[in-house]
């Protein structure tokens, strides 16, 4: 099966600083990776997904943006952080292969912006 | 669109009792339905899918889920539930579109098992 790596695990950053996190994938090939956003330890948003390397869709308008710069590497960024994209983001990878494929989640990284 | 609805924010259950978390779904076409879990700070586990096939679909941890097509529901089950068991769980639902797959989420409902 898949494993899904994320880092850091936790990050405090100010308002109007930028950010990286990272999420790399093993144990799977051309994956579809997603990136998801929880707050308040509840329901989860898709923000961005990834078919192949260089393509990038974004499922809702934001402050955000995202990268995947090689097959099992997708990267979330933002120049200038806002107190909203305090959160839970999860990085999560399809592998293909198969009619039905099952998704796999990193371990998160909890964001918190003063 | 496809959609789940998890009707419940909270359920509690003593230790030892059977549990059931609710899930029910709307979807055109053939639904691929999906459990996850989560515990505090961590990343959602997969627990289990139905995809075709029997209506009793056994999953990890001793989890299983009942798809029922008549009610549009696929409700996750455990005969006996445990206090590690307590934790947040997802109902999930596939859209499949140009070739590329997502899930939809309900909600979740947070499960606390008591001693």
């Known amino acids: 099966s898949q494993t899904i790596h994320q880092w850091p695990a936790t990050l405090v950053q100010p308002v109007g600083s930028p950010l990286s996190l990272e999420c790399t994938v093993e144990?799977?090939?051309?994956?579809?990776l997603y990136w998801y956003r929880q707050a308040a330890g509840r329901g989860l948003q898709l923000l961005f997904y990834?078919?192949?390397?260089?393509?990038i869709s974004s499922e809702v308008p934001q402050n955000l943006s995202a990268s995947r710069p090689q097959d099992r590497q997708f990267i979330l960024s933002s120049k200038k952080l806002l107190l909203s994209d305090s959160g839970f983001y999860l990085c999560?990878?399809?592998?293909?292969?198969?009619?039905?494929?099952?998704?796999?989640f990193g371990p998160g990284t909890r964001l918190t912006v003063l | 669109a496809q959609s789940v609805a998890q009707p419940e924010d909270q359920v509690n259950v003593a230790e030892g009792n059977p549990l059931t978390v609710k899930c029910t779904y709307s979807?055109?076409?053939?639904?691929?339905l999906f459990w996850y879990v989560q515990y505090p700070n961590r990343g959602l586990q997969f627990l289990l899918k139905?995809?075709?096939?029997?209506?009793l679909v056994k999953g990890s941890y001793g989890f299983e889920a009942e798809f029922n097509k008549s009610q549009t529901s696929f409700h996750l089950k455990k005969p006996s539930a445990l206090v590690s068991d307590s934790a947040l769980y997802f109902c999930?639902?596939?859209?499949?579109?140009?070739?590329?797959?997502?899930?939809?989420f309900g909600a979740g409902t947070r499960l606390a098992v008591h001693p």
């Open positions: 990834s078919v192949g390397i260089g393509q």
């Open positions: 139905y995809i075709t096939g029997d209506n």
């Open positions: 144990g799977t090939s051309n994956p579809n």
């Open positions: 999930a639902v596939r859209e499949r579109f140009g070739g590329y797959n997502k899930l939809i």
């Open positions: 979807v055109s076409g053939n639904p691929y």
């Open positions: 999560a990878s399809l592998g293909r292969g198969g009619a039905i494929d099952t998704q796999y």
